[in-house]
């Protein structure tokens, strides 16, 4: 193999939105990492909300840290900040259906 020519990795870097999804595909040097590959990708450009210092990064959604080398075929994800907490949002639920199944004591047809 010729000493000029640097081994590539092929990376994919993705950032979900609600109403898309944004997904890049990259060659870069063997030995690049996750933050090159954001770099790379040109999605700070195009969503300026993105903000490497708060948002969490993962690799398949594993969680990760920009200085983590990527091997060939890896995505990288930019996840966006939770909007609620997961916890809230399933005792809301829970309270809500309780609610509800004490609202239908009665069963149709019958009377009771």
Known sequence: MNAEVSEEIGVEVVYALPEKQ???QL???AGSNVETAVQASGLLRAYPEIDLKTHKIGIFAKLTKLDALL???DRVEI???LVADPKEVRKRRSA???GMKAGNAS???TGA
């Open 22 to 24: 944004a997904r890049i």
């Open 27 to 29: 060659r870069l040097p």
């Open 71 to 73: 091997r060939d075929r």
């Open 79 to 81: 996840y966006r900040p």
């Open 96 to 98: 809500e259906g309780k």
């Open 107 to 109: 069963i149709p047809g």
